[in-house]
């Protein structure tokens, strides 16, 4: 089967002689079940979803890692991949689609829009999915080439190596509170400061 | 180039209605006035000798300048006499911002009225659906493109945040649709009453031939989702009457048919499409705003973003509008280069269109096929420019690079082998029994419907009217390449595909035409005021540093004055029409954006047709929302 205890060094304990059993942590079974089947919802929305095609297309094909199974259904996703830029508008539409997917659930922020609303840092454009989403992985780029998508990829399989079943802290669903938020207001301003040298690009003259 | 004579032919007959006109950068432009313009403009489409039929675009302009009012533009061009023409209407800001709707001239004017209204709360009066299409409808930070209006908005990131989350999708949908055979009645308990409590219906109001009944309870439950989502209690106890003869159907924007964050609502009799809405703006990026905010070289990164499907043309059209304004002429081998830079990037746009299409039409390989073949023009982008899809490739007066080593055998190497993967597509789909069933037939608009729509690019093509930038209003040269225009005859799906495919071979042929003829010498104009020196100059000598810093600080600064220039990219006539004040950031920065308009028409071609249709028919348009919406 070629289960591999993906650099932990921990050997798979398979009884010898007996093919019908092997032993093995529960937890790195589900795991293992987990980190190499996920299906992705995309939600492509701008350039970056370009490259997430190109990721799923022959050149880079996405099924190496038991995600060519596109979920367009939120419903029978693992992971949301947020490919491009989430304007305001969208905004509640991302929040239903997470909502609407059963844990466990990851969310893959890809390219410098969705991570921290990129060049965009105008009236119109959320500053980063994260003040609407938990995000697991980020991949930064302005779109992030096929591979850089793909090590983010890895790296949230790692991330689900490490995690337990028993935790249930993992899979507690983050409600929205009464003022319709995730975070606390002065987080999402803190997260949504603009920085570098875009402070200075507001002069209309 | 002297004025349009056109001027004087309305002087003549409209006398004091006809304001000042001048000439800017080679557009006649005429100011009129604003009680007569539906008038005048219908003259000018209408009376033999003026022919202005094709309403390229309408927009409005803000200057910096707080006392001078906002104006109103409307863009023609006469495809009979190919002679274009810039009409403006001035709206002082101390009076309401009123102009007469030219919807009852063309049908193309519906959107383009409706994002004048959102962006710059001008009202066209007479216009039969004014709402706002790029902000949602409840949207309350004001007009985006106002100068008043801050580049981030007027409020805080959260209360932004907030009000975003908190506005139900549902609210978005409009008047017109809960109109919809009194579909109101027909939507689940809950989110009528959701509806309601937004303020987007009040009860008592009048919704088609019934009153809205409701009760709202100062429950202010929290909202449960409502689009396929748990059914609640309310929506459980009180099911919802489907006693009517029509359904309300919505798609999107999270939909894999939609080819991007594109929303339909529609009505449906059985299958049939009875009328199709499309809601946009999903993707509204606020592109024409940041654009006044960044000196003419930075927002060629942005034109990468607009139509991504194909940057390179879009970077061309923008430095070319930017050279119009300031009267450069570029370098031969700049013209060429370009030319190969627009070519490749009309080859990569429609392969995805064919290759995302047959997918939506139940065909997946030439879906492989095509992307193999993007992948292949991706290396030589990547090679050119260090980028796959942004590739921010010109500069105002040039390039940011020249060709690399190899580049020019590596286009002909897939000049020679492209026309096999498109004899394999070819194969598998031109005279395929299901391609045809699904395509021939659907969707078709006679060229007058087109022109009237504002059609361009492959769509109007398809429709039988042979416009094309490249022929009709030449730049770079390209009539001097020997190339065909494919046109259609029935104006359906299928022609669009054959135009398309056609075009993907002429494309091919130009590009081998231009590796040809590729000159040697120079890709930039040699002008300090808008190239930057050598690096080894602007560290020896001091005037160079000087221009350097002066082209970094302070930017390319083209004259007063205004341009409009269009390019033809994959999807249709891409113009960019630049205001500039004397200052190194544009006043306006206006996209004529091919796919918006060609989307417009969508409605249209898709009454009367099965919902499966429906989404051929919105493939067939060959949209990209990142310029929809930009
Ligand atoms: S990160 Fe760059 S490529 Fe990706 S959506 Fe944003 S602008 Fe487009």
Request: net charge negative; hydrophobic share 40%.
């Amino acid at each position: 089967m070629g289960l591999n205890v993906g650099g932990s060094g921990k050997k798979l304990g398979v009884v010898a002689g007996s093919p019908n059993w092997i032993t093995t942590r529960l937890d790195f079974l589900v795991n293992w079940a987990r980190a190499n089947s996920l299906w992705p919802m995309p939600f492509g929305t701008a350039c970056c979803a370009i490259e997430f095609m190109a990721t799923a297309a022959g050149r880079f094909d996405l099924a190496r890692f038991g995600m060519e199974r596109m979920s367009f259904s939120p419903r029978q996703a693992d992971v949301l991949i947020c490919a491009g830029r989430l304007p305001f508008k969208l905004a509640p539409v991302i929040r239903r689609i997470y909502d609407q997917m059963p844990q466990p659930k990851w969310v893959i922020s890809m390219g410098a829009c969705a991570s921290t609303g990129g060049v965009f840092d105008n009236y119109a454009m959320v500053q980063g999915i994260d003040t609407i989403v938990p995000v697991d992985v980020y991949v930064p780029g302005c779109p992030p080439r096929p591979e850089g998508l793909l090590y983010g990829i890895l790296l949230l399989q790692k991330k689900i190596r490490g995690e337990s079943i028993t935790d249930r802290s993992l899979r507690e669903e983050q409600l929205l509170d009464q003022t319709a938020l995730r975070l606390k207001p002065e987080t999402v301003d803190e997260l949504s400061e603009p920085f570098g040298n875009s402070v200075h690009q507001t002069r209309s003259a | 180039m002297g004025m349009n004579p056109t001027v004087q032919a309305l002087r003549e007959r409209f006398g004091p209605r006809i304001g000042r006109a001048l000439v800017s950068c080679g557009d006649t432009i005429v100011y009129v006035d604003r009680e007569a313009v539906r008038e005048i403009l219908r003259w000018l489409k209408e009376t033999p000798g003026q022919q202005y039929n094709y309403l390229v675009d309408i927009t409005a302009v803000e200057y910096r300048d707080p006392e001078r009012p906002l104006e109103v533009v409307y863009e023609l061009f006469s495809l009979d006499r190919k002679v274009p023409l810039r009409v403006k209407v001035e709206l002082p800001k101390d009076q309401p911002l009123e102009v007469d709707s030219v919807v009852p001239i063309w049908q193309g004017a519906n959107w383009l009225e409706r994002e004048v209204y959102d962006m710059f709360g001008i009202t066209f009066r007479g216009h039969p659906d004014l709402r706002r299409i790029l902000m949602w409808e409840t949207y309350s930070e004001g007009h985006p493109l106002r100068k008043d209006f801050p580049l981030r908005g007027r409020f805080s990131r959260s209360e932004q945040v907030r009000q975003a989350l908190g506005a139900s999708p549902e609210a978005h949908y409009s008047k017109e649709e809960l109109s919809i055979a009194d579909l109101y009645h027909d939507l689940p308990a809950d989110m009528r009453e959701r509806l309601v409590r937004q303020g987007v219906l009040e009860a008592g109001s009048r919704i088609g031939s019934r009153t809205v009944e409701l009760t709202v309870g100062e429950s202010g439950a929290a909202l449960a989702p409502a689009w396929g989502g748990a059914g609640t209690a309310a929506a459980v106890a009180e099911e919802p009457d489907f006693g009517g003869d029509h359904m309300l159907v919505n798609i999107g924007p999270q939909h894999p048919a939609t080819h991007g964050v594109l929303r339909l609502v529609v009505e449906l009799d059985g299958e049939v499409v009875v009328r199709c809405i499309p809601h946009i703006g999903y993707l509204h990026s606020g592109f024409e705003k940041l654009g006044e905010y960044r000196h003419y070289n930075q927002i060629i990164p942005l034109t990468d973003r607009t139509d991504y499907l194909s940057p390179m043309a879009n970077n061309v059209g923008f430095a070319m509008a930017v050279e119009k304004l300031m009267g450069i002429e570029i370098t031969e081998r700049c013209k060429v280069l370009r030319v190969i830079a627009c070519e490749m990037s009309r080859i990569i746009s429609h392969l995805i269109w064919m290759g995302t299409t047959a997918i939506d039409i139940g065909a997946f390989t030439p879906f492989l096929w095509t992307f193999y073949e993007r992948e292949r023009i991706y290396n030589l982008q990547e090679a050119w420019t260090g980028a796959r899809l942004t590739t921010s490739l010109t500069r105002v007066g040039g390039m940011m690079a020249d060709i690399p080593d190899g580049f020019v055998e590596g286009l002909r190497e897939f000049c020679r082998t492209f026309p096999k993967t498109l004899a394999e597509v070819d194969r598998v789909l031109t005279r395929n029994g299901i391609w045809c069933a699904r395509t021939q037939g659907l969707g078709a608009l006679t060229a007058e419907e087109a022109i009237n729509h504002s059609l361009s690019g492959p769509m109007l093509r398809a429709s039988g009217v042979p416009y094309d930038v490249r022929k009709d209003r030449p730049y770079l040269d390209y009539e001097t390449y020997d190339f065909e225009i494919p046109v259609g005859e029935h104006g359906d799906v299928y022609d669009r595909y054959l135009v398309r495919f056609e075009e993907l071979r002429q494309s091919t042929r130009i590009l081998e035409q231009a590796l040809d003829r590729l000159p040697d010498g120079p890709i930039n104009v040699d002008d300090p005021r808008v190239i930057l020196p050598p690096k080894s100059a602007a560290m020896n000598d001091m005037e160079a540093m000087i221009f350097h810093f002066k082209q970094v600080m302070e930017g390319v600064k083209p004259p007063v004055g205004e341009a409009y220039f269009p390019i033809e990219n994959g999807k249709g006539e891409l113009g960019n029409y630049l205001v500039s004040d004397g200052t190194a950031k544009p006043v306006r920065w206006r996209i004529r954006p091919p796919s918006f308009i060609n989307l417009s028409a969508l409605p249209k071609m898709a009454q009367g047709h099965l919902l499966a249709d429906l989404i051929a028919i919105n493939a067939s348009v060959d949209i990209v929302m990142g310029e929809v919406d930009r």
